[in-house]
């Protein structure tokens, strides 16, 4: 007996129109669809070309040769004008594509017993194809060729703005107030969401190294000293009167290059001893009368509630390696090193004088063993678990040990099970006073569904509809202190020998930079009242610009402490002046750093740094009262 037809055919055939024909009409809007798809995507591609351009790149368009790059840039300059047309001529042409895929379904397929299912048929089609080819496909190609793309399209643009001007102007109009409100409010994006866009952002082409490097950046800013320091019961130290001999033989048998050297206890730290310090002094090991303790350099302290992201900057700026943690009675908690820092980004560093075993072992996907005292951050990283997973409420604990004792509420015994948050703890070795070896069992995974990209949908489709109208969000001020200000009193300032000048307030004071490094033209404006000063550098440009660029573009990102990041500001309020200005967001070091140039001759560097380290919220009304007068002294600079 021979099988029945495919039910599935049947269906499709049931749904066909008898009476449709290739007639010239149908021949005319597939061709017309077909043109307005190609449309749909140029412009697609062409808004995300123009707005992948770089800052850096966006001043280049300026002196570039070519029509093209002129007209590119003179639609840059009004970017919300562009977006504007943009908006309203991809919305036109997929209205058009909505209404002639419709007009050719209904001539080739019959819905008149199915309306609601063709309806959705409708919907579903004319949506994929849309997202898949006129949005996806050439944005991801736009993102890689923006600069060629935005040549391409600059011609067609221009054209089509100037036709739409009345109706941009009135788009940007209506939106003014919806703007404003909106930028009243802020949007802190959190570690969590970072780590998790660097994962969803990955390829499985990406190295680990690279993800966890990532990852180590997203969390830097979050980590506290007490989280990554070395507890003091594992700290190698000196008594200060330890004699001269026997300290060369401490130093040979540990094997580090700085120690901690203490009176009486580790609880008065009363200098760090370099080994490097010891090398001219050897020969005298069996003298009694050599005083080593004179080479103890002074000693730096931190708190354990520092970040780690501060205590590096101020490592850099010390070129220190070491420094003691110090508790909240002022008792020693123990040590943190440079590389303990840099560990938190590159991983594990280790040197010649390192043992290669690691504190923890891999039994299998589900099982590893760890040291008591091993950092539960260092937990998370290997186990590739949540922090989450190991809160306990208000109680807050750093290592492993701790977080067992706070979770049995005492000392565990030996082949002790432990459970939390699905996690299982044995406890493997233990005495009378810490844990030592704990074997740390990961909950199965359980495997996924079909509905998870059904549950993805959604989110998906509302990010691609709002992807065109994404903008940054400025955090409202919270209120502030009243703090009495100077009143604002700008004059001409004229840099004597020196090729530029501008306008500055009467309390600023000019200082020329005296440091060994510096070079002519270079000077500091100061604010004593303050506790500010913005250090202007400045150099000929002697083909060098796309250099000094760079340069300046690293030293700001160096400066990023939280995950909201930077705003790039680009200037150019006088003819021959142009540059940008970095307004650092969080707690940075340098909250407002620039650069300015001619393009041929001249190139100056500014940042601006307070020499005091009190609350955000405290230093807002100065810090604003400061960048005023930054943003008047770029707006009044010239070149002579």
Avoid at 79 to 91: M, Q, S
Avoid at 95 to 124: C, K, N, T, Y
Avoid at 435 to 454: F, M, Q
Avoid at 512 to 527: H, I, K, R, Y
């Amino acid at each position: 007996m021979d099988p029945g037809p495919d039910p599935l055919l049947l269906s499709v055939f049931s749904v066909l129109n008898p009476a449709f024909t290739f007639s010239f009409s149908f021949i005319v809007e597939s061709v017309v669809l077909v043109v307005l798809l190609f449309l749909s995507g140029f412009v697609s591609g062409a808004e995300t070309a123009f707005f992948a351009i770089t800052p850096a790149q966006f001043i280049g368009l300026r002196n570039a040769p070519g029509t093209a790059s002129r007209i590119v840039y003179n639609l840059l300059n009004r970017p919300k004008r562009l977006l504007a047309t943009l908006l309203i001529v991809i919305n036109f042409i997929n209205i058009a594509i909505v209404v002639i895929s419709s007009l050719l379904m209904e001539q080739v397929f019959d819905f008149s017993s199915h309306p609601l299912a063709g309806f959705l048929i409708q919907v579903v089609a004319v949506t994929f194809v849309i997202i898949v080819f006129c949005e996806l496909m050439p944005k991801m190609y736009a993102t890689q060729n923006a600069i060629w793309f935005s040549n391409l399209a600059a011609l067609p643009l221009f054209v089509v703005d100037k036709l739409l001007r009345p109706m941009s102007w009135l788009l940007v109009k209506s939106t003014a107030l919806v703007d404003r409100r909106i930028q009243s409010k802020g949007y802190d994006v959190t570690v969590d969401e970072l780590t998790h866009a660097i994962d969803i952002t990955s390829d499985k082409n990406t190295p680990e190294d690279e993800k966890n490097i990532l990852k180590g950046i997203a969390r830097f800013g979050n980590i506290d000293v007490k989280q990554i320091m070395k507890p003091r019961m594992d700290v190698f130290a000196i008594e200060r009167e330890t004699p001269f001999s026997e300290v060369i033989k401490l130093v040979n048998e540990h094997r580090y290059s700085r120690v901690p050297v203490f009176e009486e206890s580790f609880d008065r730290v009363s200098g760090i001893l370099y080994i490097k310090d010891l090398l001219p002094y050897l020969d005298q090991q069996d003298g009694s009368s050599f005083d080593w303790t004179s080479l103890l350099r002074p000693a730096y302290f931190v708190p354990a509630s520092k970040k780690i992201n501060d205590l590096l900057q101020e490592f850099q700026e010390m070129k220190n390696h070491l420094a003691i943690v110090v508790d909240e009675y002022g008792g020693s908690s123990g040590i943190v090193t440079l590389e303990d820092i840099l560990e938190e980004i590159v991983g594990e560093i280790n040197d010649e004088f390192d043992d290669d075993e690691l504190n923890y072992s891999r039994l299998d996907d589900r099982n590893f063993v760890f040291e008591g005292k091993t950092l539960l951050n260092d937990v998370c990283r290997i186990t590739d678990l949540d922090r989450k997973s190991f809160e306990l409420g208000e109680e807050e604990t750093d290592t492993l040990a701790g977080f067992l004792l706070a979770v049995k509420g005492g000392l565990p015994q030996v082949n002790e099970v432990l459970r939390h948050n699905g996690l299982v703890f044995t406890i493997e070795s233990a005495d009378r006073r810490r844990i030592k070896r704990v074997k740390v069992t990961l909950p199965e995974i359980e495997p996924s569904n079909g509905r998870s990209l059904a549950a993805w949908l959604l989110p998906l489709g509302f990010a691609l509809l709002l992807s065109g109208c994404d903008e940054p969000y400025n955090p409202k001020p919270r209120g502030y202190f009243r703090i009495t200000l100077p009143e604002k009193q700008y004059a001409l300032w004229e840099s004597p020998g020196c090729p530029f000048g501008s306008e500055l307030p009467s309390y600023v004071q000019v200082i020329p930079d005296t440091s060994a490094e510096a070079e002519p033209c270079w000077m500091n404006l100061e604010f004593p009242d303050f506790k500010a000063t913005v250090y202007l550098t400045y150099k000929p440009v002697n083909g060098n610009l796309n250099r000094y660029i760079e340069d300046s573009r690293t030293y700001a990102y160096k400066h990023v402490t939280k995950a909201s990041g930077i705003d790039e500001i680009i200037l150019h309020e006088q003819p021959g002046v142009s540059g940008l200005l970095y307004k650092v967001k969080g707690n940075a070091a340098s909250p407002l750093q620039f650069w300015l140039t001619d393009s041929t001759a001249h190139f100056i560097r500014g940042s601006l740094y307070f020499y005091a380290v009190p609350n955000p919220d405290s230093i807002a009304p100065v810090l604003d009262f400061v960048q005023s007068d930054v943003q008047h002294f770029l707006e009044r600079f010239h070149w002579k």
